[in-house]
């Protein structure tokens, strides 16, 4: 038995021991729970929230500390066995609400929850509550730590309220608008930017630009972030985007970084132009400036264009070709081409600023020294801006009439020659035979002895005679219709031919003949005309020297023609008899008939070569050009 009793008590010990350790843990559970009876108002009316003591069964308030009355207007004893109901601003923050939640803390869950509350006066307002379980004087209760939030929640809808004016301010702008943070994720786009790349916004916000741009494109919209946020400011650049029409468009970034309040980069900031239109556009007006250039560079006669101040603004090639290491652009077109200090008489220029019409003018053209070297012909048009229609400078066309006017004055001079010619050709007949007649009878009577002593008076008159036949022939040769007996004829041999006569004269007026023919083609002539033509050429010359000068004849082939030439060493043509040579009956010679070169200029013309003159105080050159024969 009392092995028996004795394993018994044996066994009892053991039992209590094991539940004095139960009692023992569940103390320090307790401790852990419970708050010292001496501490508790103390700890209540220390905090700085408000703070409910609730029953768990009824979730009734059965002790409050002192801040219940700052925020709620009550005393602490007033509200003893409130319902949190009462406090509160009404359905959906009903008691049956608060029971769930306090009966989930009071189960170990703590809960954390914003209400709206109602004060003594009835106002509402915001707060956060805490609930969790207490054990106060060994009783099980749930504290509710409640904290006025009212003005976080004002200005938190102030900021949703701002947020959305915001987000609508960025909807009415045209072009698309996005922000990302600092590390590159969005946070916000406009309607815009949502059509441009096809995703609605919540497709956008959180997402990287790999999340949104194929891989070559966010490599480079990324790179360029990442430039932006190390060097924080402005950034613009143009880059090419995969728009979602399937197309690549031409785009605009502008972006900025924004700071957070520390002073630190907390994102950017970016808007998107699209500028496929005017790259288009501008590569058109491109295209368009090229045709324009080429076609006003193709023009071969010079084309400028002037301000109202008559500044060059801009030339053509060729324009640039006749003045070459001269600059031009900015220059007075006045000093630049003409050569003069103020504007020029005539100037059609001035015409067009002052009527806004075109204008034509022929203007001489001047060496720097003032000399002139030939005549132009000065079209000026008016320069009008589109859009504003006014008057921005002038269209300067120029055009070389040198030649022209020298083959109208050369075309007026042959029409000339030709009339005498014809009219020679009409009259010689009916003259040259009463003439034929008159001298005949004077030889007969001049060989009569009774008539010897009046010999004299007869030569004379047969030799004037003479002489007025002669000009008659002249006359005939200036015809255009003259008949031509045109034969293979080697210049050279022509006046190799006239040489002896020629030096003869030469050398009874104490003058020198010089002579260089090079080895020249034949060429189609009439030998007969060609010789006069060297003679009335060569007796010119040698009228113009004094004693002792020296009279060259040339003949050589440039090949596209031959070309022979006499050289004087008189004292040149005067300009103002220069336009006049070739023109029927004018001379400077006291017994010349001005028919000389005349005929000369008619011989030239049915052979189909034209004469050139350069003249000088050293000198005049007479050039025959024979083309085409």
Not at 110 to 127: A, L, S
Not at 188 to 198: D, M, P, R, W
Not at 492 to 509: H, Q, R
Request: charged residues 25%.
């Amino acid at each position: 038995m009392r092995g028996e009793h004795g394993l018994k008590d044996e066994d009892e010990y053991k039992c209590r021991e094991e539940l004095i350790k139960e009692i023992k843990r569940l103390r320090e559970r307790i401790q852990q729970l419970e708050v010292p009876s001496s501490d508790y108002r103390d700890i209540l009316d220390a905090s700085n929230d408000v703070i409910f003591i609730h029953d768990i069964k009824t979730g009734k308030i059965i002790d409050a500390n002192q801040k219940v009355f700052e925020v709620y207007g009550y005393q602490p004893g007033e509200i003893i066995q409130f319902s949190t109901e009462a406090l509160s601003a009404g359905t959906p923050y009903t008691q049956d609400l608060v029971l769930s939640f306090i009966k989930k803390a009071a189960g170990g869950t703590p809960q954390t929850f914003e209400w709206m509350g109602r004060n003594k006066k009835g106002d509402v307002f915001w707060v956060d509550v805490s609930l969790k379980p207490v054990t106060i004087n060994g009783r099980k209760r749930v504290m509710a730590t409640v904290r006025d939030i009212t003005k976080y929640k004002n200005d938190e809808v102030a900021l949703k309220e701002q947020l959305h004016f915001l987000q609508l301010l960025i909807n009415t702008i045209p072009n698309p608008v996005f922000y990302k943070d600092a590390q590159g994720l969005f946070r916000g786009c406009n309607t815009a930017f949502e059509q441009l790349v096809g995703l609605p916004g919540e497709k956008i916000v959180g997402k990287t630009s790999h999340d949104i741009y194929p891989t070559d494109f966010a490599d480079r919209y990324s790179y360029m972030d990442n430039l932006l946020f190390r060097e924080p400011g402005i950034q613009a650049y143009e880059s090419p985007f995969p728009g979602r029409d399937g197309k690549i468009h031409n785009i605009l970034f502008n972006k900025a970084t924004y700071l957070s309040t520390d002073g630190k980069v907390a994102g950017l900031v970016g808007v998107i132009l699209d500028i496929t239109e005017r790259k288009q556009a501008e590569a058109a007006l491109r295209n368009n400036e090229r045709f324009l250039n080429s076609i006003f560079d193709s023009i071969l006669d010079p084309f400028t264009i002037i301000d109202k101040d008559f500044n060059i603004i801009r030339i053509n090639s060729k324009t640039e070709e006749l003045f070459k290491n001269t600059p031009l652009i900015g220059e007075k077109c006045y000093k630049a081409f003409h050569y003069s200090p103020v504007i020029c008489e005539d100037c059609p220029s001035l015409k067009t600023l002052k009527t806004g019409l075109a204008a034509h003018a022929i203007i001489p053209k001047k060496a720097p020294g003032g000399e002139i070297f030939g005549w132009e012909e000065h079209y000026s048009y008016p320069f009008v801006d589109m859009i504003t229609n006014q008057l921005n400078g002038i269209i300067i066309y120029v055009r070389d009439i040198t030649a022209k006017l020298g083959v109208e004055q050369e075309m007026a001079r042959l029409e000339r020659l030709n009339l005498i010619g014809e009219m020679a050709a009409g009259i010689g007949h009916e003259v040259r035979n009463p003439m034929t007649t008159v001298r005949g009878f004077l030889q007969l009577l001049g060989g009569k002895k009774e008539c010897a002593r009046y010999r004299e008076f007869y030569d004379l008159m047969i030799e004037e005679l003479d002489r007025a036949n002669s000009i008659i022939s002249e006359f005939l040769s200036l015809a255009k219709n003259r008949a031509v007996d045109l034969r293979p004829v080697n210049l050279n041999s022509v006046v190799n031919t006239l040489l002896p006569l020629i030096m003869a004269d030469a050398t009874n007026l104490d003058k020198n003949i010089k002579t260089n023919l090079k080895a020249i083609p034949s060429i189609l002539l009439d030998e007969k005309e060609i010789r006069q033509l060297i003679l009335n050429l060569v007796r010119n010359g040698l009228e113009a020297m004094s004693p002792g000068g020296s009279l060259s004849i040339k003949t050589y082939s440039d090949g596209t023609g031959v070309i022979m030439s006499v050289e004087d060493q008189g004292e040149g043509i005067m300009p103002e008899h220069l336009s006049k040579i070739g023109t029927p009956f004018f001379t400077t010679k006291e017994n010349g008939t001005g028919l000389g070169l005349a005929v000369c200029y008619s011989i030239a013309a049915r052979h189909n070569a034209s004469i050139k003159v350069d003249t000088g105080p050293n000198g005049t050159t007479f050039s025959v050009v024979f083309r085409g024969s």
